[in-house]
């Protein structure tokens, strides 16, 4: 059970359910910063503009997350993005990348927190707190062709060239 504290300052009693057992320790003990990072990906990755609910494969190194040689991995082919951050720090952040040649099909599926949502007059709009950096290819590592995903990607942050290997890359139908 969690138990956190609002911006009014009433006292939240929640119990969250994991669905792929990505950090299945969490029950016993306290996040460490790594495990952070894995929470806040899983998130972002399942955060959806229009609140409707979208099949995707999440892919990353854990084993949880790794679907080499499953049927998964050739029954989702088209890369939507990839998510990271942290939500557990003073200053949570939370980003997103792309895949361009993907965009307008990700939308399609009403998908756009990776790509961003566009407005009435296109403009580019990120979802909540999920900045979004652009291209995959400008922030991340090479996709790893074995499982499909990106090993690292740039928090870009404050400039420096700082990567985190918790990166959850989400393919869908």
């Known amino acids: ?37 894995w929470i806040s990906a899983c998130l972002a990755s399942r955060t959806n503009w229009y609140g409707v ?42 980003n997103a990348c792309n895949d361009e040649a993907n965009r307008s099909y990700v939308r399609s599926l009403m998908r756009e927190c990776a790509a961003g949502h566009l407005t009435s007059g296109g403009a580019v709009q990120q979802c ?18 074995n499982g499909m995903y990106y090993p690292s990607c740039v928090n870009n942050l404050t400039g420096s060239q700082e990567s985190t290997s918790r990166v959850i890359t989400v393919f869908l139908r």
């Open 1 to 37: 059970m969690a138990r956190w504290l609002d911006g009014s300052g009433k006292v939240h009693n929640e119990v969250y359910w994991g669905i792929i057992g990505l950090v299945p320790d969490w029950s016993t003990k306290a996040l460490d910063l790594y495990n952070q990072q």
């Open 53 to 94: 609910s979208v099949t995707i494969s999440s892919r990353g190194t854990p084993s949880a997350l790794d679907k080499a040689g499953t049927p998964e991995l050739t029954a989702y082919t088209r890369l939507e993005g990839a998510f990271w951050g942290n939500l557990f720090v003073p200053s949570p952040y939370l």
């Open 128 to 145: 909540g707190m999920i900045s979004i950096r652009g291209s995959c290819a400008s922030y991340c590592e090479a996709l790893n062709t």
